[in-house]
Every structure is written in C-alpha cells, then in structure tokens.
C-alpha cells in the first residue's frame, strides 16, 4: 500500500477574538511514517487519553496543545490511517491545523480528508455562533 500523507490547514476556529483563515505559521510535523508508529507511540503516552467514538479510536492530549488524533477503524476504506488535529494558539489568532497520514488508496485517503475538513469546518461555525452569543449577552 502507498502512503499518502495530506497536511491541511483548517479554517480558524474562533476561540479568541477575530477568525483567521490562514497562519504565517509553519505546519507542525506529523511525526511518523507509518499509522503503525502513531498508534505505538500514542498508546505508551500517558497524558493520551484513548475513546472509541463510533468505533474510532481516538486520542486526545491536553498539552502542550490540544490534539485529537482519529484512528480509523478496520473496515473504513481509507484503513490504515490517523487524522491529527491540532488547535494552535498564534499572534494571529487561534486556528486548527490537520494533518492525515494515509496508507490506503489515494481516492479513499482524499475523501477521509475531505471528511475531516467538513467536520471542521462545522465546529468553527458553531463557535463563532456561541461567540456571538456570548458578545449580544454581555452587551445586555
């Protein structure tokens, strides 16, 4: 099978002030190869902590960013793969950035990603909904 890493920058999540599209800031490296070396690395973490949401195992540590790594399940048709996300905190604003590390056909690893992209895209939109919220009750 090919491996087919995909580094995306998500649209900005609006956690502290104004949305930013795109960062100045260098992509963080993935940091493996293979899904294999994540999964390693991630289950001798003690600060990881493991959930199966929806028959994903999923990864989620705190610090020094906020990072959910989305294993997906044997089965998917983009398996083996993992989604990172990361939410960085910059000058610039706060923003998620995605990287996928695909080792299934290309077609399949696009549209895990792709996948991936909606649903961030969707959770920056319900923030900037609560963030408007919460600057109408504060100006009340």
């Given amino acids: 099978m090919k491996r087919f890493a995909i580094p ?30 994540a999964l390693a690395a991630l289950q001798k973490n003690p600060d990881a902590k493991l959930s199966h949401p ?38 610039e604003g706060t923003f998620v950035e995605m990287k996928v590390l695909c080792e299934a056909k290309q077609d399949a690893c696009r549209r895990l990603a792709v996948h991936f992209q909606q649903m961030t ?6 923030l900037q909904e609560m963030q408007a919220q919460k600057g109408q009750e504060a100006k009340q």
């Fill in 54 to 91: 929806g028959g994903w195992t999923t990864y989620a540590i705190q610090k020094p960013e906020v990072a959910v790594w989305s294993f997906v399940p044997q089965g998917h048709e983009a398996y083996p793969a993992v989604v990172r996300r990361l939410v960085r905190k910059t000058d």
């Fill in 8 to 37: 995306f920058l998500a649209a900005a999540l609006v956690l502290s002030g104004a949305a930013h599209a795109q960062s100045k800031q260098e992509p963080r490296p993935l940091g493996y190869k293979k899904v294999a070396d």
């Fill in 121 to 126: 895209a969707q959770m920056q939109q319900k």
